[in-house]
Every structure is written in structure tokens, then in C-alpha cells.
Antibody
Framework: EVQLVESGGGLVQPGRSLKLSCAASGFTFSDYNMAWVRQAPTKGLEWVASISYGGSNTHYGDSVKGRFTISRDNAKSTLYLQMDSLRSEDTATYYC????????WGQGTLVTVSS | DVVMTQTPVSLSVAIGQPASISCKSSQSLVGTSGKTYLNWLLQRPGQSPKRLIYLVSKLDSGIPDRFSGSGSETDFTLKISRVEADDLGVYYCLQGTHFPQTFGGGTKLELK
């Protein structure tokens, strides 16, 4: 069974950093592109970043470009999202998803940016 | 970026009645492979999104055949033949043909 489990969310002050993790199991992690998608409170879904299966190619949404870094450790079957210079508008539940078809999603981790 | 426009924004349907959601894209979703990468997702209250349909009309495993997807090019529709209580939540269309992938704004299905 495919499982994606996010962790690392919490309350953080504006301008500070936070690193999210997503532990994958039930499939060969290194075979798949992965993505982060976020959802602000009461809002819709917004793609944040993607990374290729080998980790060499990354892409970012305009709203996070230059501040967030997506990475992966295929030996640990884990996806990461390093979030720097956080803003109040980054407050959201962050989901990791298997990018191919977006068939599998984690349960999400809540990031709250507030002083 | 491709803009995905869903209508209606909300929908109130009685149990046993049909429901229909429209999703229109700002450009054709037919890819160079000839495939159309249009998915439908359901997010139930308090849960993460769950894919129901991929490639316009293919049902994911375990999804009842009350659900169906159709459409082509820029116009797509999700239909529920007979709404059940378990169907309530927010439905999203998602295109994966063009980078970056983009989501529709969502349609909230409520029970009448």
C-alpha cells in the first residue's frame, strides 16, 4: 500500500525557516517524480514545487521561487521542502504527492506563519 | 499558466439525484502524446485530496461507477449519476498536460 507521511509543520515567525519531510513507502520511491502542494485555510489547492525522480530537476511556483527548496533522499525514501523567509501568506496545509497523475497524497502537515 | 475554471462554485443536491460539475481550461489539454491529462479529485471534509478519475474518463480503483468523466480539448465534465452521503466535499479538476500543473478552484458539493 502506498503511503506518504508528512511531518515538520508547526508555528513559525515571519522571516524564519522550516523544513518539511515526507516519508514514502509502498512503492519504489526513486522511480517517481514528487511534488508539494499546499492549501491555505478555506482555499483551494496550489502546486508549490516538483522534483524529478533522480533529484536533478526541480521546479517551483512563482510564489515560492527563491525561498523554498525541494529535495529528496532516495536511499531514505524521503522528500523534503526547505522553506526560508516565510511569510504569513505561506500559512497552509502542505501535502506531498506522487506527481505521476497525482494519484497518491499524504495527510498533510500544517504550517502557520505568525508572530 | 493554464487556467482551470470550475462551475458551479457550490452545488446542493438531494440524495439519489444526479450532479454535474464543469471544468474549462484556457487552452487545449491534448498533449503531444495525444493523451489528455485531466484528473478529478475529491477532498472530503478534514481529509486530503483523493483522485477519482484520470485521463478524462478513467475511474481509479475502488471508485464506484456512479462517477463518470467526459470531455475533450478544453471542456470537461464530472457527473455523479446518483449522489450518496459519502460524496459530499470539494471536487477539483487538475490538468497535468502543461507545466505547471494547475487546479480548478473547486466545487463544493453539499447535500440538500
Amino acid at each position: 500500500e502506498v503511503q506518504l507521511v508528512e511531518s515538520g509543520g508547526g508555528l513559525v515567525q515571519p522571516g524564519r525557516s522550516l523544513k518539511l519531510s515526507c516519508a514514502a513507502s509502498g512503492f519504489t520511491f526513486s522511480d517517481y517524480n514528487m511534488a508539494w502542494v499546499r492549501q491555505a485555510p478555506t482555499k483551494g489547492l496550489e502546486w508549490v514545487a516538483s522534483i524529478s525522480y533522480g533529484g536533478s530537476n526541480t521546479h517551483y511556483g512563482d510564489s515560492v521561487k527563491g525561498r523554498f527548496t525541494i529535495s529528496r533522499d532516495n536511499a531514505k525514501s524521503t522528500l523534503y521542502l526547505q522553506m526560508d523567509s516565510l511569510r504569513s501568506e505561506d500559512t497552509a496545509t502542505y501535502y506531498c504527492a506522487r506527481q505521476t497523475g497525482f494519484a497518491y497524497w499524504g495527510q498533510g502537515t500544517l504550517v502557520t506563519v505568525s508572530s | 499558466d493554464v487556467v482551470m475554471t470550475q462551475t458551479p462554485v457550490s452545488l446542493s443536491v438531494a440524495i439519489g439525484q444526479p450532479a454535474s460539475i464543469s471544468c474549462k481550461s484556457s487552452q487545449s489539454l491534448v498533449g503531444t502524446s495525444g493523451k489528455t491529462y485531466l484528473n478529478w479529485l475529491l477532498q472530503r471534509p478534514g481529509q486530503s485530496p483523493k483522485r477519482l478519475i484520470y485521463l478524462v474518463s478513467k475511474l481509479d480503483s475502488g471508485i464506484p461507477d456512479r462517477f463518470s468523466g467526459s470531455g475533450s480539448e478544453t471542456d470537461f465534465t464530472l457527473k455523479i449519476s446518483r449522489v450518496e452521503a459519502d460524496d459530499l466535499g470539494v471536487y477539483y479538476c487538475l490538468q497535468g498536460t502543461h507545466f505547471p500543473q494547475t487546479f480548478g478552484g473547486g466545487t463544493k458539493l453539499e447535500l440538500k
